[in-house]
């Protein structure tokens, strides 16, 4: 079993920084690809960013290409989304997952609770 937990996210302009993060328990962190997925009001969970377990190899949305990172720190059980240039539509709950593989659908076996991203035009 693996528990994670989403922190980080907030209230911000339009144009800001936000970096959202995501502590995973467990010691085999390292093994699983994470995920981040956002979803908006109205709209179905969308696929954002991914990372393998070594961090060699990462996927990122078109929406967020070039404004969006995924980092992931193993030795604190620790994977980072450091989102710039945000914009309104930007905005959804941001969740973290975890899986054995990494994939840009739903396909994770582990999910986080979610934390909110609010940008303000």
């Known amino acids: 079993q693996v528990q994670l937990v989403e922190s980080g996210g907030g209230l911000v302009q339009a144009g800001d920084s936000l970096r959202v993060s995501c502590a995973a328990s467990?010691?085999?962190?390292?093994?699983?690809?994470m995920g981040w997925f956002r979803q908006a009001p109205g709209k179905e969970r969308e696929f954002v960013a991914a990372?393998?377990?070594?961090?060699?190899?990462?996927r990122y949305a078109d929406s967020v290409k070039g404004r969006f990172t995924i980092s992931r720190d193993n030795a604190k059980n620790t994977v980072y989304l450091q989102m710039n240039s945000l914009k309104p539509e930007d905005t959804a709950v941001y969740y973290c997952a975890a899986g054995r593989i990494l994939s840009i659908d739903y396909s994770y076996d582990y999910w986080g609770q979610g934390t909110q991203v609010t940008v303000s035009s």
């Open positions: 990372i393998t377990g070594s961090g060699g190899t990462t």
């Open positions: 467990g010691r085999t962190f390292s093994t699983y690809a």
